[in-house]
């Protein structure tokens, strides 16, 4: 079953002399279930496709689906409450609420929905991620690793269509970005979670079930492990 569409997707910046288009007329589309690595060099297009593909950056030309919805036909306001329930999103540099503990931080886009809690997710998330002892712990309390995996944790409980991952481990030590590749590839087979990490390195790469290889806003190559 086809969960995301990519059609004839374009991002321009600048105009004239400086008009820079980072993302170049891209289609491709994702299966449910998919574990995709997009890979390119610094300045590919890679992570200006992924702020897209999520619905945080709308697209100077093209479309994109998100189970059957063109998202950028969407409000601002309705767009973000689509992102907030269907789009699961992790960023390299964790992004967590400095005052909130670990169930808070991970149960936040429940509450920013006004969403009853599902503690029995809640319960096998913070089991699958290693933090059942970390429930009441601040983000200064944990380490960079620990914090990543709070990022997934709230990535996940809304059980969205789409996890979308930004250079996940780029703020990581080897040992630590090891765990967070395969929580996420945990996460893809115990909860057939549809995931796509953009990352430059291919080791990291590798471990995924498709690679798209992206070069000055372009796919450049499309290959299935």
Do not use: W
Not at 19 to 29: E, Q
Request: glycine share 8%; net charge neutral; charged share 25%.
């Amino acid at each position: 079953m086809e969960i995301l569409k990519v059609e004839n997707l374009s991002k321009t910046y600048g105009k004239g002399e400086n008009k820079v288009k980072a993302v170049d007329n891209i289609s491709f589309s994702v299966e449910k279930g998919e574990f995709v690595a997009i890979i390119g060099s610094s300045g590919s297009g890679k992570s200006t496709l992924l702020h897209m593909l999520g619905g945080v950056d709308r697209p100077t030309e093209g479309k994109v689906y998100i189970e059957g919805k063109d998202i950028y036909t969407l409000s601002d306001d309705n767009l973000a409450i689509f992102r907030r329930r269907q789009v699961g999103l992790i960023y390299q540099f964790y992004n967590l609420i400095p005052v909130l503990n670990v169930v808070e931080n991970i149960t936040l886009p429940c509450n920013l929905d006004g969403k009853e809690i599902n503690k029995k997710r809640l319960d096998d998330l913070l089991h699958t991620l290693g933090l059942e002892n970390r429930r009441n712990n601040l983000p200064n309390q944990l380490s960079g690793g620990q914090q990543q995996r709070v990022s997934i944790g709230r990535a996940m409980m809304n059980e969205p269509a789409i996890m979308l991952a930004d250079e996940p481990t780029g703020n990581l030590d080897s040992k630590a970005s090891e765990e967070i590749i395969s929580l996420l590839k945990l996460s893809n087979k115990k909860y057939n979670q549809t995931v796509i990490i953009i990352t430059h390195d291919e080791k990291i790469a590798l471990q995924a079930d498709r690679i798209i290889t992206i070069d000055d806003g372009k796919i450049i190559k499309d290959f299935k492990n």
